[in-house]
């Protein structure tokens, strides 16, 4: 049995990217560990319902999906949510800002810590582009290299896959504007880059109740979100979109990394 690391920028992204294979690995027998950079609290959503403040909110969230999933661990880093204004620098001292070396030497320490046999972090482009993400990147390869953890796994989505989708999406008046949908273009990898697609179906009704206990991002009014989105598709459809994720391995392949994810793809059709 391993240890497996998750590094994610904020809650709700550890079950949006990779929830299906946390739950997957954890259940095979796996120790599996979230690390989280930010408690969130510049998402969408300013204020919740009952007026609690967001970033505690959303680490309650993020400790009930992390259970759900069956993570034996999470650990926060608290470092500044960087928010996403396009057109708008991230405040200083935000997650983003920092410099890699050291933003990352917490996440050096958990990986020494755990003995980590592998870390998932996110591709270069940083997914969609959030500053927050692209920051998880660089300070994952950075911690990993010296850390000295063997395997790097990037958390992604096949981008025709998804600029399929997004082109379905802005048929719907109002619910993609064309600048976002054009933003895609360059989003998330090449579905040629991809090593490894792992089936997740298995794990679903564990993805689907994580992701119900993000339910502050499933309920902000901020326009449309992937979490209320994926949450009000009927279960054939959920299982179609939720029911694989992707990654990249750039460092060579591994025996442990088999274990996690399945094989890689090529092994099979996909
Ligand atoms: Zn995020």
Redesign the pocket.
């Given at each position: 049995m391993g240890t497996l690391v998750s590094f994610h920028?904020?809650p709700d992204?550890e079950t949006l990217l990779t929830g299906g294979t946390l739950a997957r690995a954890a259940a095979l027998g796996h120790r599996v560990v979230l690390a989280v950079a930010t408690d969130g609290e510049a998402g969408l959503a300013s204020r919740t319902a009952g007026g609690t403040d967001l970033g505690r909110t959303r680490v309650a969230e993020l400790e009930q999906a992390a259970a759900t999933l069956g993570c034996a661990r999470v650990v926060r880093f608290g470092r500044p949510d960087s928010g996403w204004s396009p057109g708008r620098a991230p405040v200083e001292g935000a997650f983003s800002r920092l410099p890699v070396e050291v933003a990352s030497s917490a996440l050096i320490e958990l990986l020494r810590d755990e003995q980590a046999d592998a870390l998932t972090i996110y591709d270069p482009a940083g997914g969609y582009g959030?500053p927050?993400?692209r920051q998880v990147h660089r300070v994952g390869r950075y911690a990993a290299s010296v850390a000295r953890t063997p395997c790097v796994l990037e958390a992604t989505l096949p981008r025709q896959l998804l600029l399929r989708l997004v082109r379905v999406a802005a048929r719907i008046p109002g619910l993609l504007d064309p600048v976002r949908a054009a933003s895609f273009e360059t989003a998330y990898t090449d579905r040629d880059d991809i090593t490894h697609t792992v089936d997740v179906r298995p794990f679903l009704t564990a993805k689907r109740s994580a992701l119900r206990a993000h339910c502050s991002q499933a309920s902000s009014d901020a326009g449309p979100r992937t979490l209320r989105l994926l949450l009000g598709l009927p279960a054939p459809a959920f299982r179609l979109v939720a029911g694989r994720e992707w990654f990249v391995e750039r460092t060579p392949a591994s025996p442990i990394t088999t274990q996690f994810l399945g094989p890689r793809d090529g092994v099979r059709s996909s």
């Open positions: 920028a904020h992204d959030h927050d993400h």
